[in-house]
């Protein structure tokens, strides 16, 4: 069984940072491409950032030049760097990943969500 796991959100002035993290645990013999997404209340989800196996990155045009995405593919981790935040980057974030397992093959797993909440 595969659980993703985020950490790292809560309530920040604008302006402010934060950083959230995820980690993919369980019997996991690849991870192929990682993403933060977000949703906000009223809105669909939308991407923040992707980055593949091999390091190809992309973010939503919302965030490019804020967000820095990376991971860590020793340790099965993400991580969500989020400078100069704003209002409306209000919004719960959810890790993707496309994981591969002997047991089942590859498939799409989403954590559980984290909210971010950006407001003075």
């Known amino acids: 069984q595969v659980q993703l796991v985020e950490s790292g959100g809560g309530l920040v002035q604008p302006g402010g940072s934060l950083r959230l993290s995820c980690a993919a645990s369980g019997s996991i013999f690849s991870i192929y491409a990682m993403g933060w997404y977000r949703q906000a209340p009223g809105k669909q989800r939308e991407l923040v950032a992707t980055?593949?196996?091999?390091?190809?990155?992309n973010y939503g045009d919302s965030v490019k030049g804020r967000f820095t995405i990376s991971r860590d593919n020793a340790k099965n981790t993400l991580a969500l760097q989020m400078n100069s935040l704003k209002p409306e980057d209000t919004a719960v974030y959810y890790c993707?990943?496309?994981?591969?397992?002997?047991?089942?093959?590859?498939?799409?797993?989403w954590g559980q969500g984290t909210q971010v909440t950006v407001s003075s």
């Open positions: 980055v593949t196996n091999g390091g190809r990155i």
């Open positions: 993707n990943a496309f994981i591969g397992t002997a047991e089942i093959g590859t498939h799409a797993y």
